[in-house]
């Protein structure tokens, strides 16, 4: 791509100049400002303003801090302002969990957010629930869908703005800073905003002029629209607190593998990519500077709480030296490939994933030597590390979190390449290193899209080519003979099942799919002891409770099939549908009352949505309570099949509360009467003193 050309620089550095000018200027206003305050005003300090940054998928040397292909003039100017942090690393290449860390102080085995689409502790303390314990107002503006509210980070905020996620994936820079200012307006000090930018995530489509500045790098197009967007932001935030001392810290979540040792996207490796990712910290009373010392987002938490006026040892500007931990454990609780830890201190990074991997990133950013046998670290990194994975590896299974979201969750997630994983984490005995299988990576991130967009055909060639390269790969069995089920294939879909079988025999996702498989198929008898067995182990799992029911329906077995969606209404969020299938189920075992009250259940959660209104105007007839079943029939849409029905009982109601216009509703069901209402209207005592024909 081209270089930014000489003016633009001379450009640059005055811009830096003026504002370096500017911040003198500013400090010593603002120091003025709090001894004022301090006279009038007792001695109480005035609190700091504070605004959190995060930049998701952001390289560090993919800024104009580090870099001159792409212009940053925004970031590079607060870093020249304040401390800019050369070896600051993700706690594990992923979006949700690193926040997790930056709002909690924890690593991911300590908060036990390993990956995308978990919900968080409820028991966790967060940043903002203590910053408002400190008298700050709280708010943030989010702008992927790995961060919905829904997992649990907005908790303790008193604004979380993640409006976006009802109709996409993510939002854009533009509309997430526009947000932000808008709340700042007339807030007072004071307070503590996060704004979260997810534009340099894939995939890459930079808006104009970025496109065209960028036309080969369209990631760096998207990291120059961020930076855009960040001066509207900081200058807005600075604008906010004049007089008043503020903070900020911008961090990214983790990086981008940009083909790096071969990953394209991130989430599968730890090399410094993905896991080295900006930092810097600026605000009233912090001198301009760079550090050397590995650094932690998790560190984000104590420097805020520092600022806020706590007094944290573990803050980004302390005097603490530790080694630095990130974990990077997909390929390992997706594919029971090998568990990848690392530790950095003083420029020396260990990784550990089956084997070892050493380099001194200062002088080998790139990762090229590995000096293992050629030096020997400090043996706090091999305790750090050693301690870390254990605690890592000794971690029950997740899968209750898992079971918790809804396809609709898990659909968005598949839209960013984010897979769901099976929940129990195995290590293989043939298991590979994930360093040597990046040649699977693409292939994996395309066949879960296809998977979860329902492109089964296209998801079982991709499928077959991995199995190929990694033919104990359980997951890929299993998915490859789903996919073969949903398109028909049943001999296909057997082979691939028995095939997940022999590697992994006591899975339940196995049989689970496999007894939905049999379901398909009308095998009742088959489906029902397996996914009996599934719930022995996993009693909450939505998927396999609602299939069950249905099995048990089918076979006749009602009041068992009862029991299942009693407990389903029981742990789901709105269960709409559930309680409409309750009703049906209620109906047909004669409960009148009860499926009254499970149809009114349903209807008050579904709205417009709710559809079973004939059925609960006849329970109404049943009860005698004619007024409130000629409100439900009239709520009949036409186009209703059974919308004869709901004339006739209509008419029937209207006769029994002596409507005025009776005759008409009579005459209306004759005439749109269909074979199984005509002889019931022509026999009806009710409608014998009425001319209708
Ligand atoms: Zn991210």
């Given amino acids: 791509m081209e ?47 504070i605004l959190l940054v995060t930049l998701d998928t952001t390289r560090a ?64 303390e967060l940043l903002p629930a203590l910053l408002k314990t400190r008298g700050y107002k709280t708010a943030a503006f989010v702008s992927g869908y790995p961060l919905s509210s829904q997992f649990g980070l907005s908790r303790g905020f008193g604004h979380y703005d993640d409006a976006f996620v009802s109709s996409a994936a993510e939002r854009s820079a533009t509309e997430t800073t526009d947000l932000a200012i808008s709340w700042l307006k007339g807030k007072a000090s004071p307070l503590f905003m996060w704004v979260h930018y997810f534009d340099p995530h894939d995939p890459y ?37 004049q007089g008043r001392p503020w903070k900020i810290i911008v961090v990214g979540d983790h990086g981008e593998g940009l083909g790096d040792h071969g990953e394209t996207l991130h989430g599968n490796l730890l090399y410094q990519g993905t896991m080295r990712v900006p930092l810097i910290v600026a605000g009233t009373g912090i001198e301009a500077g760079t550090s050397e010392r590995a650094v932690s ?109 809804s396809q609709d969750a898990l659909d968005k997630l598949a839209s960013l390449g984010y897979i769901g994983s099976p929940g129990r984490s195995r290590l293989r005995e043939d298991a590979p290193n994930p360093r040597d299988m990046v040649h699977l990576y693409h292939d ?22 991995i199995l190929e390269s990694d033919p104990n790969n359980f997951m890929t069995a299993l998915r490859l003979a789903v996919s073969y089920s949903v398109t028909g294939d049943d001999i296909q879909a057997q082979k691939f099942f028995d095939r997940a079988k022999a590697i992994d025999p006591a899975s339940a996702d196995l049989r689970h799919y496999q007894a939905m498989h049999y379901m398909k198929n009308e095998q009742w008898d088959l489906a029902q002891p397996l996914f009996e067995s599934v719930l022995v182990e996993s009693p909450d799992r939505l998927t396999t409770l609602a299939a069950l029911a249905k099995v048990y ?17 029981k742990i789901k969020d709105s269960p709409g549908i ?61 186009r209703h099949p059974a919308y004869p029905m709901a004339l006739y009982k209509r ?34 005592r009710l409608f014998q003193d009425i001319s209708f024909r």
């Fill in 297 to 405: 987002v998790r560190q984000v938490f104590d420097t805020v709480l520092n600022w806020s006026g706590e007094d944290r040892p573990g803050g980004l500007l302390g005097e603490q030296v530790e080694p630095v931990l990130a974990e990077a454990l997909k390929p390992y609780m997706h594919f029971g490939w090998q568990p990848q830890f690392m530790a950095v201190l003083d420029g020396i990074k260990v990784i550990m994933s089956g084997d070892t991997e050493i380099y001194d990133v200062r002088t080998d950013p790139a990762e090229a030597n590995n000096l293992d046998s050629v030096i020997e670290p400090d043996p706090a990194l091999w305790d750090a590390i050693e301690s870390y994975s254990s605690l890592a590896l000794a971690e029950p299974d997740t899968e209750q979190q898992q079971q918790a979201l």
């Fill in 553 to 569: 329906s089918s076979q006749g077995e009602l009041k068992k099939a009862l029991l299942q969606l009693e407990r389903i209404v």
């Fill in 578 to 638: 559930e309680w409409t299938r309750l009703g049906l189920l209620r109906m047909a075992l004669s409960d009148t009352k009860g499926a009254i009250r499970a149809f009114e259940i349903s209807q008050k959660m579904m709205g417009d949505q709710f559809t079973s209104h004939l059925d609960l105007g006849v329970l109404y007839m049943a009860e005698r309570r004619f007024k409130d079943a000629a409100a439900s029939l009239d709520k009949v849409s036409s």
């Fill in 205 to 241: 489509q930079p808006p104009e002029p970025f496109k065209s500045q960028y036309p080969d790098e369209p990631y760096l197009g998207e990291i120059a629209y961020m930076d855009q967007q960040f001066g509207r932001l900081l200058t807005a935030f600075e604008d906010h607190n």
């Fill in 61 to 124: 040397d993919r800024l104009g801090i580090e870099t001159r292909d792409v212009d940053t003039p925004n970031l590079k100017t607060l870093a020249d302002r304040g401390v800019y942090f050369k070896q600051a690393y993700s706690v594990t290449p992923t979006t949700l969990p690193s926040h997790t860390s930056m709002m909690t102080g924890l690593y991911p085995a300590d908060h036990k957010v390993r990956e995308n689409a978990r919900q968080i502790d409820k028991k966790l």
């Fill in 3 to 49: 270089k930014p050309d000489s003016k633009q620089f001379a450009r640059a550095t005055l811009l830096v100049c003026i504002l370096a000018l500017m911040v003198t200027a500013c400090s010593q206003e603002s120091g003025e400002a709090e001894s004022s305050n301090a006279k009038t005003k007792s001695s109480k300090p005035v609190s700091t303003a």
């Fill in 651 to 684: 008419a029937q109601t209207s006769v029994l509360l002596r409507e005025k216009d009776r005759e008409k509703r009579v005459r209306q069901a004759w005439l749109q009467a269909d074979r199984t209402t005509r002889p019931l209207i022509e026999t009806e």
């Fill in 444 to 465: 994996m991130d395309i066949a879960a899209e296809y998977f979860f967009r329902q492109d089964y055909a296209a998801a079982i060639t991709v499928f077959t080519r």
